[in-house]
């Protein structure tokens, strides 16, 4: 079955203890991104990949890392985390960028706490 | 201030209602996208409308695209429960940009 995998389903972690949200695709997509969901504003894009060891800052990526090291995955690493990245967390792929021609495929989602 | 301004925030109805969402901008889009997300899942991609004035039809689901490219609306006929959710719609503008979306629960 084509699908996104996110683990953990659920985090709950305390301020400045380093975690990592794997995420792995198995339909060769090139395209993998992180997004952060809070009420009120939408999905927000923290860091994207266009290809395997291509990576770029989205609209909210302090705070955050990622490496793409192989094609099927796309870690999302919180070196330091702190109360404000308490949030649901959204890996999502595509063939290409997300177009309308090439639309995004999302996983279930990290809901993620930090006391 | 967000690219795409979405109403009503929340919408909540008896089953057999009518209902309309609607995605507003001020930008002139290429196309856009309308997604739904269920609770405890990520958003499913429900229709792609190009063209100004396009109308498409997904069963009881009818999606508009404006005549200027700036805007849609997603007219639900007969809401059953099985359509509450969180509906997006996505423009894209440098990569997807989302709205905030509008929750609708249909009750029983």
């Known amino acids: 079955e084509a699908q996104v995998t996110q683990n953990p389903r659920y985090l709950i972690t305390v301020t400045g203890k380093k975690l990592t949200v794997t995420c792995s695709q198995n339909m060769n997509h090139e395209y993998m991104s992180w997004y952060r969901q809070d009420p009120g504003l939408g999905l927000r894009q923290i860091y994207y990949?266009?290809?395997?060891?291509?990576?770029d800052k989205g609209d909210v990526p302090e705070g955050y890392k990622v490496s793409r090291k192989e094609k099927r995955n796309f870690p999302l690493i919180l070196e330091s985390p702190s109360p404000n990245q308490t949030s649901l967390y959204f890996c999502a792929s595509s063939l290409n960028r997300g177009t309308y021609n090439s639309p995004l495929h999302f996983g279930n989602g990290t809901r993620l706490t930090v006391t | 201030t967000q690219l795409l301004e979405q109403s009503p925030q929340f919408l909540s109805i008896q089953e057999g209602e009518n209902l309309t969402v609607y995605c507003n901008s001020s930008?002139?889009?290429?196309?856009l996208q309308w997604y739904r997300q269920e609770p405890g899942e990520g958003p499913v991609l429900l229709v792609t409308?190009?063209?100004?004035?396009e109308v498409k039809k997904l069963k009881r689901l009818t999606f508009q695209f404006g005549d200027a490219r700036k805007d849609s609306s997603l007219h639900i006929t007969a809401a059953q429960p099985g359509d509450t959710g969180l509906y997006l719609c996505a423009v894209e503008s440098n990569d997807m940009r989302f709205g905030a979306g509008t929750r609708l629960t249909v009750k029983p």
């Open positions: 409308v190009v063209t100004g004035g």
């Open positions: 990949s266009m290809n395997v060891e291509v990576t």
């Open positions: 930008s002139v889009f290429s196309s």
